[in-house]
């Protein structure tokens, strides 16, 4: 089993960059793909980004692609957001989620979730 805390959320203008930070528990995070889903108020839960076990492959959604990167340190038990020339409609409450499998973008694929921390992007 894997907890996850998501922290690094908060209140940014258009333009500015945030990292977002997931600390995990326990001895198998190694074995856990990871990936960050965003929601925003009446919308539903949507991918954002996903990593390897390794740190090797990731993936990342259209909207964020070029502008986001995820990474994870193994070592520590984390797993980073970085989000940059962030955007109005990135406003959401991002979560940070574990999964036993590769490269899924869907919600029903990860096993294991974080509270969500917020991410408020004004024009």
């Known amino acids: 089993q894997v907890q996850l805390v998501e922290s690094g959320g908060g209140l940014v203008q258009a333009g500015d960059s945030l990292r977002l930070s997931c600390a995990a528990s326990?001895?198998?995070?190694?074995?856990?793909?990871m990936g960050w889903f965003r929601q925003a108020p009446g919308k539903e839960r949507e991918f954002v980004a996903a990593?390897?076990?390794?740190?090797?492959?990731?993936y990342y959604a259209s909207s964020v692609k070029e502008r986001f990167t995820i990474s994870r340190d193994n070592a520590k038990n984390m797993v980073y957001l970085q989000m940059n020339s962030l955007k109005p409609e990135d406003t959401a409450v991002y979560y940070c989620?574990?999964?036993?499998?590769?490269?899924?973008?869907?919600?029903?694929?990860?096993?294991?979730w974080g509270q969500g921390t917020q991410v408020t992007v004004s024009s």
């Open positions: 326990g001895r198998t995070f190694g074995t856990y793909a």
């Open positions: 990593i390897g076990w390794t740190g090797s492959s990731t």
């Open positions: 989620a574990a999964s036993r499998s590769l490269g899924n973008t869907v919600v029903a694929a990860y096993a294991y």
